[in-house]
T-cell receptor, first 114, second 113 residues
Framework: QQQVKQSPQSLIVQKGGISIINCAYENTAFDYFPWYQQFPGKGPALLIAIRPDVSEKKEGRFTISFNKSAKQFSLHIMDSQPGDSATYFC?????????????FGKGTHLIIQP | DTGVSQNPRHKITKRGQNVTFRCDPI?????LYWYRQTLGQGPEFLTY????????KSRLLSDRFSAERPKGSFSTLEIQRTEQGDSAMYLCASSVQANTEAFFGQGTRLTVV
């Protein structure tokens, strides 16, 4: 059972545009939702994270929108740049010791065209 | 401290051999996690430690997989009698405590031939 569903699988955006990646989760016990960026051959790097007590969090060009009732959250990359081309993963974890670690989506391969 | 360090970065081994990977977490991070990532997929949780205690290991892929974290510092992940299906990227992450920011290392790419 896939607990975090991510879409789209791939995305092409023009330079300067807005990239939007969506995730939906099933486990209502999840209460921590990070986004990771991964370049080929590298480990995932934490971009931004949110908890359910807020509906939006912004850091620089990156914004997370969170909808608790719909069990959905999304990443918006404003003014997308070619250097943003990478694979992005949403993830979720729960309180109570984090025994499951992070549950990841399958990833979105983002290409920013110059 | 420059982050989570993993060694080796790449490992090629013959089927049936044993391999061991090392992870050095960020200093003072009590939690250490191991994940496996196959091509085109997100990381898959394997096991984790709180200091030296391994608190979850039921998600290890088989009894050929084992992990240790002696003295609560670095950790090792061992795979015995490797199979071609074990070929993947093995990632280590650490965090200060549960359910907080987890930082990943660069991973060890294992190829079983």
């Amino acid at each position: 059972q896939q607990q975090v569903k991510q879409s789209p699988q791939s995305l092409i955006v023009q330079k300067g545009g807005i990239s939007i990646i969506n995730c939906a989760y099933e486990n209502t016990a999840f209460d921590y939702f990070p986004w990771y960026q991964q370049f080929p051959g590298k480990g995932p790097a934490l971009l931004i994270a949110i908890r359910p007590d807020v509906s939006e969090k912004k850091e620089g060009r990156f914004t997370i929108s969170f909808n608790k009732s719909a069990k959905q959250f999304s990443l918006h990359i404003m003014d997308s740049q070619p250097g943003d081309s990478a694979t992005y993963f949403c993830a979720a974890s729960r309180e109570g010791g984090g025994a499951d670690g992070l549950t990841f989506g399958k990833g979105t391969h983002l290409i920013i065209q110059p | 401290d420059t982050g989570v360090s993993q060694n080796p970065r790449h490992k090629i081994t013959k089927r049936g051999q044993n391999v061991t990977f090392r992870c050095d977490p960020i200093s003072e991070h009590n939690r250490l996690y191991w994940y496996r990532q196959t091509l085109g997929q997100g990381p898959e949780f394997l096991t984790y430690f709180q200091n030296e205690a391994q608190l979850e290991k039921s998600r290890l892929l088989s009894d050929r997989f084992s992990a240790e974290r002696p003295k609560g510092s670095f950790s090792t992940l061992e795979i015995q009698r490797t199979e071609q299906g074990d070929s993947a990227m093995y990632l280590c992450a650490s965090s200060v405590q549960a359910n907080t920011e987890a930082f990943f290392g660069q991973g060890t790419r294992l190829t079983v031939v």
